[in-house]
């Protein structure tokens, strides 16, 4: 696979060492997969499957982040869906993050918005365009203002 990330079979010894730690006693048995397809998430957990995906496109970037992303995961598994207060709390106690760090890749650098109606476009370099919502041709009037530098959103978890 790939010789800084471990095996399938790793883990999922990690994964039942973080059952055995954090929920003694409880049945939480899921398998632990790469995916090669995850694009928009570090982690997923397909409850119904009893199958936990990571993201092999963030986790060659953010390798330390495995732990944390299982972790994560690993609540889930446990059945507490959501991100919501019993979530948060968990994840104090697992030590793990609520949100993930940005996707790795190519972002939007610049955000930019119609003096008109509003539309806001983000763009990977500076532009000049007119707003094609208030016009289908240039026009000036609706020329984008720009807003600033684009926030970067985080992966799902
Ligand atoms: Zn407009
Ligand atoms: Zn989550």
């Not at 959501?82 to 610049?110: I, Q, T």
């Amino acid at each position: 696979m790939n010789a800084t990330l471990p095996e399938h079979h790793e883990l999922d010894a990690a994964f039942r060492g973080l059952v055995a730690e954090y929920y003694p006693g409880k049945t939480v048995e899921f398998r632990v997969e790469w995916s090669d397809r995850m694009t928009r998430s570090a982690g997923l957990c397909y409850y119904r499957k009893g199958v936990i995906r990571l993201s092999l496109k963030y986790h060659r970037v953010f390798p330390q982040e495995i732990l944390n992303t299982l972790k994560h995961e690993l609540i889930h598994a446990a059945g507490v869906l959501g991100h919501g207060r019993r979530f948060r709390s968990e994840a104090r106690r697992l030590g793990c993050d609520v949100k993930a760090r940005p996707m790795p890749g190519r972002p939007y650098k610049w955000v930019y918005a119609c003096p008109a109606c509003g539309l806001e476009v983000k763009t990977r370099r500076r532009v000049d365009y007119s707003c094609g919502q208030c016009s289908r041709r240039w026009n000036p009037r609706y020329r984008l203002l720009l807003k600033g530098p684009a926030a970067r959103a985080a992966a799902n978890l």
